[in-house]
């Protein structure tokens, strides 16, 4: 048991996906997962182990925002020893061609966060990338399964509510959307030579002022959590 995370020794696969909402990882070990077993409710980020497609994985809640999902993702790699981990969000979408639903990998993650700084002090500016074996077989297979995927960076942003954030600049830059989390999940992965990916959902667009609601972002995702889930068993 870490400080955060209830499960004993080897109730956490060495592959997890990593919702930010409890809701969601519910949702997901209870539509994709056989022989689901309940590791943690501290704080109700639910934990889950089951059987995807005759492998072992796990779906651990983060919380939302950097600090909160570096909590999570220190101690799944520290302390359990997960190697692989995969973060299925939503994003506000920035890039004009996206749409709701369409699904974004994170090639790279820009963020207006200090953590990278905090971490590399002033004469790094680190940059938080995917594993690419991860984003290769994710694409591929969201290719295979025509999906419509985009591949590129994204923001993680640190606050939500942020009037300072110009994001006319960002989108003639390139950025094709918006989270909270990414950053931090690439650095530390890094960090304990792990390998880690993050697939979004786009649930709104920033620009366009289009919307899902809450209860489709909690539980009508499920292409983003298929294709996570064979990106890992496949």
Known sequence: MSNHIAASAGQIADSVLLPGDPLRAKFIAENYLSDVQLYNQIRNELGYTGVYAGQRVSVQATGMGMPSLAIYATELMQDYGVKRLIRVGTA???APDLKLRDIVLAQGASTDSSMIQNTFGQSINF???????LLHKAYAQATAQKINVHVG????????????I?????????????EMETPALYLLAAKYHCQAL???TISNHIITG????PAERE???????GLALDTLTK
């Open 127 to 133: 940059a938080p990338l995917a594993d690419f074996e």
């Open 198 to 200: 993050t697939i979004l």
């Open 166 to 178: 110009n994001f006319q600049k960002l989108i003639d830059y390139g950025l094709l959307a918006a």
């Open 210 to 213: 289009a919307s899902t609601t």
């Open 219 to 225: 539980t009508t995702f499920g292409t983003m959590a």
């Open 92 to 94: 506000g979408g920035l």
């Open 153 to 164: 960076n994204v923001l993680g942003q640190d606050r939500f509510y942020d009037d300072e």
